[in-house]
């Protein structure tokens, strides 16, 4: 089983940066990747960005690439999201997600463990 914990939203002016950060726990020797996501309100969940837990390989959004930067700490077991020059539209709740098996993906579908999300509200 792995564990994730998602800290660092809140509620913060358009323009502000944010750090997101993922805690990870348990069985991490069996992750492959672990990608973030957000959920505007409604039932869609939105593929942000995903890093392998070992090797070099990122992989973003098109609607957040440049401004959003994912990176990952071993030793702490830890993945960041650096999200600057927020905008009204990234308004959500941020999940972190880890994948254990092999392959690249960017669907919800393809993660067998999440957090419990942390809200990020952008204000005009």
């Known amino acids: 089983q792995v564990q994730l914990v998602e800290s660092g939203g809140g509620l913060v002016q358009a323009g502000d940066s944010l750090t997101l950060s993922c805690s990870i726990s348990g069985r991490t020797d069996k992750i492959h990747y672990v990608g973030w996501f957000r959920q505007p309100p409604g039932p869609y969940r939105d593929f942000v960005a995903t890093?392998?837990?070992?090797?070099?390989?990122?992989f973003y959004a098109d609607s957040v690439k440049g401004r959003f930067t994912i990176s990952r700490d071993n030793v702490k077991d830890t993945v960041h999201l650096q999200v600057n020059n927020l905008e009204r539209e990234d308004t959500a709740v941020y999940y972190c997600?880890?994948?254990?098996?092999?392959?690249?993906?960017?669907?919800?579908?393809?993660?067998?463990?999440w957090g419990q999300g942390t809200q990020v509200t952008v204000s005009s």
């Open positions: 890093i392998s837990w070992s090797g070099p390989r990122i």
């Open positions: 997600a880890a994948r254990t098996v092999e392959g690249l993906h960017a669907t919800p579908a393809a993660y067998g463990y």
